[in-house]
Each structure stands twice: as C-alpha cells, then as structure tokens.
C-alpha cells in the first residue's frame, strides 16, 4: 500500500500559471519535505515541514510556496512557474524522532512540464 | 554545507558482474549515511543505512556499503549483478545533530545487460 502518496503524477502548466502539487501520507510522520529534481542531478531540498513548523531552505526560489493544512498534507505551490521550473518534484516523510528514525520514505513524484 | 561526491555517473556492466559505486561526503562530524535506488518509473527506495555500529551495512537485495570514516567514503557494492538492478543509485548524507537534512550525490546511473 502506498504511504506518500502524490497527486498528480504528471503535471503540465504554463508559463507563468500558478500550479499546486499535492503531497499526503498514512504513516503519520511529524515531517515532511519537498524536493526538487532535475534531470541528471540530485534531488534538491525546498523546504520541509516539522509539525506545523516551516523551514526554507536559503537558496529557495520566492516562487515556491508551501502549506501544510494537517500532518497528513502538504502542499507545494508555484507561483509563477518558469521554464526553468520543468523536474520531478519529490515529497519525503520521516517520523521526526531518535533512535533509527532518520530514515525519510518517498513519494514517488509528480512530473511537472512548463510549456 | 554537506556535500556528496558519486563518481562515473553512468556504469554498464553485465549480470554476474561485480558492481561498485563510491560515495564520498564533505562533512567532518556525526553523520547518517543512506544508499537510495530508483527504478526505472519508480520512487526512490531506501538500499540501506548506517547510523552506528558495524561499519559493513546489509541491504536488500544482496546489496551491500561500508562506511570508512577515515576516508570519509560509503561505498555500496554487490558481488554479482542481475538485470534487475538496472536503476539509479543515490548516496546521501545527514547529519543528526545538526539541521538534519538530507545531502544527495548525483547518482549512478547503472545499466545491467542481460
């Protein structure tokens, strides 16, 4: 069954149209990230959640927003999306607490294309 | 800043090969250092892990990575490949202690052929 689950998969928008992607998960974990991937490189952290805790990563475009209504949802918005915006966007959770509990379980992506 | 270094982006290699991917990071202190895989169409796994203890880690799926803290390296490797581990591998690095977030290598793009 899945656990982080993202909706949609795929993603098209245009240029400059504000689109949200969509990030949930059933395991009940305190936190929760958003990843950028472009193609051939790592993915890059935007920023994560820890409970209702915010945290930006610096180097995070102001075009890129996030809420997280309930532990269960995460919301990644973009404002005005740029070409340069077009990768796979990767939602993360993880428990939050000590103790062989670093590890952070993925969803599988959503897709987005900026035409 | 952690940063992770994967080298020889791209590896081909034939089932029963042996397959070796470095990993090497930046970050002096206490780290927690993981092996991602990603196959093709599919969501990033965890391999393994290594937080304390025996430095030699057990994976799934034969899979296996040492951590060598003098070399500041964690090498994943497996004795005999199939074409089933034809995937992405992804090296990444926390440190607990500190604003714990992951740190991921550039991957490894390894094509097994039959």
């Known amino acids: 069954d899945a656990m982080v689950i993202q909706n949609p998969r795929y993603q098209v928008t245009q240029f400059g149209k504000p689109v949200t992607l969509s990030c949930s998960q059933t395991?009940?974990?305190?936190?929760m990230y958003w990843y950028q991937q472009k193609s051939s490189q790592a993915p890059k952290l935007l920023f994560h959640?820890?409970?209702?805790?915010?945290?930006n990563e610096a180097d995070t475009p102001d075009n890129f927003q996030s809420r997280r209504p309930n532990t269960s949802f995460c919301f990644l918005d973009i404002r005005s999306p740029g070409l340069g915006d077009a990768a796979m966007y990767l939602c993360?959770?993880?428990?939050?607490?000590?103790?062989?509990?670093?590890?952070?379980?993925f969803g599988p992506g959503t897709r987005l294309t900026v035409l | 800043a952690q940063s992770v270094s994967q080298h020889n982006h791209h590896v081909i290699l034939s089932e029963a090969a042996s397959l070796e991917l470095g990993c090497n990071y930046s970050?002096?202190?206490?780290?927690?250092l993981f092996w991602y895989v990603q196959y093709p169409g599919q969501h990033l796994q965890l391999l393994l892990k290594y937080f304390s203890g025996d430095p030699l880690v057990k994976g799934i799926k034969g899979f296996e990575a040492e951590f060598i803290k003098s070399k500041f390296s964690f090498n994943l490797r497996k004795p005999s490949v199939q074409w089933s581990d034809t995937a992405e591998y992804f090296c990444a690095v926390n440190n607990p202690y500190g604003n714990n977030r992951l740190a991921f290598g550039k991957g490894n793009q390894v094509v097994v052929i039959p």
């Open positions: 395991l009940n974990h305190n936190v």
């Open positions: 993360a959770t993880r428990v939050g607490g000590a103790d062989d509990t670093d590890t952070q379980y």
């Open positions: 970050y002096g202190g206490t780290v927690n």
């Open positions: 959640y820890y409970d209702k805790d915010f945290n």
